[in-house]
């Protein structure tokens, strides 16, 4: 038993962390926060060229470096930590796991080396406007089949649908329900018949668009009517990504209230002298430690693709998800009037954590999701 | 990362696996995982079981071999616990003494006081209680006011202790003592060893909240203990006291979890049973138990892997007693609302014998108080692991 992270994998959490100080400072992540696009495309170039992150857990004959979902945590935790704005989560989390779960080899091959190599964006759309997470929310039919197939209705909350090239979309053959004729389809971005609409997210740090399909022309991936269990895996491991990407989040914000109550002083006393906000932050301490026991063990789980990987995705989903907000309302509270202005960082990452915790379905909902995996 | 034991982790688990399955037969297997805090049932039976495990240097299996142990590393203990957890044998019953005392005992004692204690503790021949607490002194321990003076070849020792767990059980006492005269605070306290059965010590049973009476209050009036029966420096216990608190919060959850993992399970068999899990709210819940159990797992190998790596459990061990005594009174709460109105009543009749839900609900509020409050805890969390900046203290009335 070990659980550490090895010497290499220390390194690359160093190299991401420099390379994202450098690049994602507050005022930058602030500057794209107000565009619609919400990335640089020059970063998201460098972050291909010369970190290699899009490409880390694609395998090596896909064009990528074949590390695992333990890597790819790191980098995520890193990216949460300074609330990086980039297509990361949709493109490697999403859209290239659900290609990787769901593609034949030959799909692979040629979807997957454009996103290893950073020239792609992609995304999934798999949420519609009923607002929900599971099987039953997808309502939108395929017509036809192989190269003739078409699909219209609508997708929203489509993490960068608006700027992504390649866009995998979820749907199901007519006449079918809940789990059953589930299927994955490529439409590209300028197809005939897809309408693109950006989002006003309370979030501004990831972008989201609503997408609608007047008979587009898409090219089925995989075996459609039978891709449930790819997208049950595909948002398992996204769960995943999104537990390690939060708990970066909620270390940054304990930071920040534990340097501000060091230095703020009010009735003649520092405030954390004061137990109200001595206790909140080790109150948030336990969280977030506990968030990323949980958010690395399922790392783990997810790169040995084991049997564990349902329970511990919606265990670690359901914790994070409740800690970092949890963190992130206290650093407001511990702020005083300074961290309720606009100026000030915390509500940045209280947004990021509202929003991290209602994508992919909140606490409650995982822990029903859960209560139903471990036979309650 | 690596979550899997090596191959000498494996072949370790098999000895303990074989060794349990030989062992834990007829009486001691019908006692399942029974005993354990307010619960001193079939204690005869028990002292026998502890006998077994000593014979065979399971208890004291982490003292160095020299002393009659196995040397046993961190990650056997817990291998071992986690087994010992899944065959569902008795509870221990050595608690203080190879738990708290013989750590304590291995870092300051004299080869003399080790080769005295270490085998009577593994013969299950004497058991230990902790004499920390007093009226004036509890979560502010360094308020000791028990008094040791040295009469030639002996300590006398007068003053009262509280709280005592096991008094009643025990043969000696680790007592915190003040030996410097008009000394205050962590100044001047010693670590006395004290033999239990003499006049000068006197046990009241103090009845608790569950209706079992395993603490008791000690009165001391001019009891007396040899001159050598002192762990660390003369007026310089604090330290060692310390030392103690330190195993008392740190290690023990790291082997916990199971135990608790599966009084949840048991409280979902019931839940199903009973219909409960039915209701949204209580799915809710018994998933959220769920979750904390787990994670109380994943914190409780990454602090092993640490604790591995650099031989010390550090401040942030504090997080572990902090989550395990909260995870584990909620669950006594959800156990109690999942019985819905028959909560109110104890399934065992007269005599106020408590079932398992009731015994958690009512046991775990003891765990928040013990082995440093949760007040505590976040204190320590706040100031030694983030540095935050101490509370101004105010003098003690009698300094
Ligand atoms: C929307 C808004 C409108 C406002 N409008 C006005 C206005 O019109 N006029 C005006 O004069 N002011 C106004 N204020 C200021 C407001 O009164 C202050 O923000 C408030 O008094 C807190 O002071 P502070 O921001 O300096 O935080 P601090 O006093 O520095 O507090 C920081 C944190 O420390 C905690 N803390 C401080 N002291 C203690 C203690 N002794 N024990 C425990 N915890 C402690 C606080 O609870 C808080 O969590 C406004 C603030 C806001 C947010
Ligand atoms: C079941 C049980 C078994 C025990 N067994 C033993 C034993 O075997 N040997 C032994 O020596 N002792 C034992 N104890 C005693 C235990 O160690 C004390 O109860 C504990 O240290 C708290 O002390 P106290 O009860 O005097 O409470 P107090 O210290 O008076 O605390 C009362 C309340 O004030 C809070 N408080 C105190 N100081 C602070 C502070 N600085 N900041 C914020 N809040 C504070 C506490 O958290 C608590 O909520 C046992 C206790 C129990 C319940």
Known sequence: ?376 | MDFRDSPGEAAFRDEVRGWLAEHLTDEFAELGGRGGPADETAWETRVEWEKLLGKDRWLGMAWPEEYGGRAAGFTEQVIFNEEYAKANAPARLSLFGEGLFAPTLLAYGTDDQKRRFLPKIQAVEELWCQGYSEPGAGSDLANVQTKAVLDGEQWVVNGQKVWTTLAHRAQWCFCVTRTEPGSHGHHGLSYLLVPMDQPGVEVRPLRQMTGTAEFNEVFFSDARTDAHNVLGEVDDGWKVAMATLGFERGTAFLSQQLGFARELEDLITLAQKRGATADPIVRQELADSFVGVQIMKFNGMRMLTGLVRSGTLGPEASIGKLYWSTWHRQLGERGIRALGADGMELPTGPGYDLDEQHRIFLFSRAETIYAGSSEIQRNIIGERVLGLPREPREKRSNE
């Open chain 1, 1 to 376: 038993m070990n659980f550490a992270f090895s010497d290499e994998q220390e390194q690359l959490r160093d190299a991401v962390r420099k390379f994202l100080d450098a690049k994602s400072p507050e005022a930058e992540v602030r500057r794209l926060m107000e565009t619609t696009e919400g990335y640089d495309p020059a970063v998201w170039t460098q972050m291909a060229q010369e970190l290699g992150l899009q490409s880390l857990h694609i395998p090596e004959a896909h064009g990528g470096q074949g590390f695992s979902f333990v890597e790819l945590g790191i980098v995520l935790e890193e990216m949460g930590r300074v609330l990086l704005c980039a297509p990361y989560f949709s493109t490697v989390c999403l859209a290239a796991n659900a290609i990787l779960n769901v593609g034949t080899d030959a799909q692979q091959g040629e979807l997957l080396p454009g996103i290893a190599a950073g020239e792609t964006i992609a995304t999934l759309a798999f949420t519609e406007p009923n607002g929900k997470w599971d099987a039953s929310g997808i309502t939108m039919e395929a017509k036809g089949s192989g190269d003739a197939t078409t699909l219209s209705g609508s997708k929203m909350f489509v993490i960068d649908g608006h700027t992504a090239n390649t866009i995998v979309v979820v749907a199901r053959q007519a006449g079918t329900s809940g789990e059953d004729g589930i299927g994955f389809y490529v439409v590209d971005a300028d197809a005939k018949g897809l309408t693109r609409t950006p989002l006003a997210t309370m979030d501004q740090t990831r972008k989201q668009a609503r997408l609608d399909f007047d008979g587009v022309t898409a090219t089925p991936l995989g075996d459609p009517g039978a891709g449930w269990p790819a997208l049950s895996k595909t948002l398992d491991q996204a769960a995943v990504c999104l537990a390690n990407e939060m708990v970066g989040g909620a270390q940054r914000v304990l930071d920040m209230s534990v340097e501000y109550a060091k230095v703020r002083v009010q009735f003649g006393r520092p405030i954390g002298s004061f137990q109200a906000i001595k206790h909140k932050c080790a109150d948030m301490l336990l969280e977030v430690e506990s968030g990323k026991s949980a958010a690395y063990y399922a790392a783990w789980a997810a790169a040995e693709d084991n049997e564990e990987l349902p329970v511990v995705a919606s265990l670690a989903k359901a914790y994070c998800s409740d800690a970092y907000f949890h963190a992130a309302a206290e650093n407001i509270q511990i702020h005083g009037g300074i961290g309720f202005t606009w100026e000030h960082p915390a509500h940045l990452y209280f947004k990021r954590a509202k929003s991290s915790e209602i994508l992919l379905g909140d606490a409650t909902y995982h822990r029903e999701l859960l209560a139903q995996r471990i036979g309650i």
